[in-house]
T-cell receptor
Framework: DAGVTQSPTHLIKTRGQQVTLRCSPK?????VSWYQQALGQGPQFIFQ???????QRGNFPDRFSGHQFPNYSSELNVNALLLGDSALYLC???????????FGNGTRLTVT | GQQVMQIPQYQHVQEGEDFTTYCNSS?????IQWYKQRPGGHPVFLIQ?????EVKKQKRLTFQFGEAKKNSSLHITATQTTDVGTYFC?????????FGTGTRLQVFP
C-alpha cells in the first residue's frame, strides 16, 4: 500500500520561471492539501483540493495555483518564481477534508 | 487570520527527563492534531483531539485539549533519544489545518 508520493524530490529553478510539482495521494484518500515549509519553520497551508475543487486557500498569492485530477492526484503550480519561494513543498492526503493528514516526503525547491 | 503559537521554540533535555510543549490558538478550534517531524523527514500524524478537556495517552505521550478549545499540550515522560524531532500542533478550524510554530526537542544520552 503506497503512501503519499511526490515528484520530483529536488528541483532547481531560476527566478521568474514556472514550476509544477506533483502528488499522488495514499490509496483510499480523496483529499489533497499542499503546504510550504521554509527551513526551521512550521508548514504553511497553501490550499486544499477535494472533489477536484479548491476548497480552502491560505495566504498565498495567485502565482500559486493547483489542480486535482479525477484519480485524486494533484499538481501545484508556481509562476514567476521568487527567491523566497525556495522551500520544502509538502503534499498531504486524507480521507476527507477534516481527517488527519498523511504527508509525502516533499519536493525541495531551490530558486536561484 | 488564525495563528497557532507553540512554546518553547527549543528544548534540550537529558535522556530520562520529562518534556512538555504548549500550543495556543488565537481562535477556538474544532479539533487539534499533533505531528512529529524528524530531522530531514516529513510530519507524521500522532493524534487528534476533538472534545473540550479531552486527554489522550500514547505510551509515554500525554495529549490534552483545553476546556476553551484554544490550547493544547503534549507531555512526554522519561524522554528517550528516539523522541528527538520537532513537534507541531495543528489547529483545525473550518476546512483549514493551521500548523503551529513547532517545538524542537533535543535529547542528550
Amino acid at each position: 500500500d503506497a503512501g503519499v508520493t511526490q515528484s520530483p524530490t529536488h528541483l532547481i529553478k531560476t527566478r521568474g520561471q514556472q514550476v509544477t510539482l506533483r502528488c499522488s495521494p495514499k490509496s483510499g484518500h480523496d483529499t489533497v492539501s499542499w503546504y510550504q515549509q521554509a527551513l526551521g519553520q512550521g508548514p504553511q497551508f497553501i490550499f486544499q483540493y477535494y472533489e477536484e475543487e479548491e476548497r480552502q486557500r491560505g495566504n498565498f498569492p495567485d502565482r500559486f495555483s493547483g489542480h486535482q485530477f479525477p484519480n485524486y492526484s494533484s499538481e501545484l503550480n508556481v509562476n514567476a518564481l521568487l527567491l523566497g519561494d525556495s522551500a520544502l513543498y509538502l503534499c498531504a492526503s486524507s480521507r476527507g477534508p477534516y481527517a488527519p493528514l498523511h504527508f509525502g516526503n516533499g519536493t525541495r525547491l531551490t530558486v536561484t | 487570520g488564525q495563528q497557532v503559537m507553540q512554546i518553547p521554540q527549543y528544548q534540550h533535555v537529558q535522556e530520562g527527563e520529562d518534556f512538555t510543549t504548549y500550543c495556543n490558538s488565537s481562535t477556538t478550534l474544532s479539533n487539534i492534531q499533533w505531528y512529529k517531524q524528524r530531522p530531514g523527514g516529513h510530519p507524521v500524524f500522532l493524534i487528534q483531539l476533538v472534545k473540550s478537556g479531552e486527554v489522550k495517552k500514547q505510551k509515554r505521550l500525554t495529549f490534552q485539549f483545553g476546556e476553551a478549545k484554544k490550547n493544547s499540550s503534549l507531555h512526554i515522560t522519561a524522554t528517550q533519544t528516539t523522541d528527538v524531532g520537532t513537534y507541531f500542533c495543528a489547529g483545525g478550524n473550518t476546512d483549514k489545518l493551521i500548523f503551529g510554530t513547532g517545538t524542537r526537542l533535543q535529547v542528550f544520552p
